[in-house]
């Protein structure tokens, strides 16, 4: 079975400061989805950044970029120049290449922005 | 954008009654729409997931009876909490896929609370 971890329950990170936040998955599939949502206090689900697996190139997204490790299935995440309206959970997220499939998450890591 | 909409966004009810959670697709179809639930600072956890025209999967653990789902067209889902008790309090959300996108889109979620 499919499983993700995000061994960083909080974290925080100075405004205008960059931080990264990690995760590793563990699956057998070689195709696959990741994803990083973000859930603000709205607690609405956003969609910050996705990866497909068989893309070598790390996806970015303005100031939101990913490291993409296939071989070691890592997925972390990295915000640059931290703003206050990033403060939220960040949950990454796994997905197999079926559309229809359900949506497995880690943990989720509460960021604090610093003023 | 393709919206999922989530109603009603909090509902209050007395423990032994049974409320209903809907989940409509507003500019989409949805044959698939999945039901999660979310404790208070923990990730979200599926519950099932919903099949237009046939029975919902549910998760291991999950009781069939107590949370009754409906997925009776291709925009709506329905979640009915039946005979609820305090521990169903919760926030509960729910995610489709629209057609040729490899995302899920997220309402924006009921939080229940049973007295």
């Known amino acids: 079975a499919q499983?993700?971890?995000?061994?960083?329950?909080?974290?925080?990170?100075?405004?205008?400061?960059?931080?990264?936040?990690s995760c590793t998955y563990d699956t057998s599939e070689s195709d696959y989805y990741l994803f990083w949502y973000k859930q603000p206090p709205s607690r609405q689900m956003i969609l910050v950044i996705r990866q497909e697996?068989?893309?070598?190139?790390?996806?970015?997204?303005?100031?939101?970029s990913v490291n993409f490790q296939k071989a070691a299935k890592s997925f972390s995440l990295k915000i640059s120049d931290s703003q206050l309206g990033d403060?939220?959970?960040?949950?990454c997220a796994y997905?197999?290449?079926n559309r229809d499939d359900k949506i497995?998450?880690?943990?989720?890591?509460?960021?604090?922005?610093?003023? | 954008?393709?919206?999922?909409?989530?109603?009603?966004?909090?509902?209050?009810?007395k423990s032994g009654t049974s409320v209903k959670i809907e989940c409509r697709s507003l500019d989409f179809q949805a044959t698939t729409m999945f039901w999660y639930r979310q404790f208070p600072k923990q990730s979200l956890m599926l519950m099932a997931t919903s099949?237009?025209?046939?029975?919902?999967?549910?998760?291991?653990?999950?009781e069939k009876d107590k949370f009754l789902i409906n997925h009776a067209s291709l925009t709506l889902s329905t979640l009915t909490v039946?005979?609820?008790?305090?521990?169903?309090?919760?926030?509960?959300?729910?995610?489709?896929?629209?057609?040729?996108?490899?995302?899920?889109?997220?309402?924006?979620?009921?939080?229940?609370?049973?007295?």
């Open chain 1, 87 to 91: 403060a939220a959970m960040y949950f």
């Open chain 2, 51 to 62: 099949n237009e025209g046939s029975k919902a999967t549910y998760e291991q653990g999950v």
């Open chain 2, 82 to 115: 039946t005979s609820a008790h305090p521990e169903d309090s919760s926030f509960y959300i729910c995610s489709a896929p629209p057609p040729g996108l490899n995302i899920q889109y997220f309402g924006a979620g009921t939080r229940l609370s049973v007295l």
């Open chain 2, 1 to 13: 954008g393709a919206v999922v909409s989530q109603h009603p966004s909090w509902v209050i009810c």
């Open chain 1, 104 to 115: 497995i998450f880690g943990k989720g890591t509460r960021l604090h922005i610093l003023p």
């Open chain 1, 3 to 21: 499983t993700v971890t995000q061994s960083q329950p909080e974290m925080s990170v100075q405004e205008a400061e960059t931080v990264t936040l």
């Open chain 1, 53 to 64: 697996a068989y893309k070598q190139q790390n996806a970015t997204e303005n100031r939101f």
């Open chain 1, 95 to 97: 997905r197999t290449m």
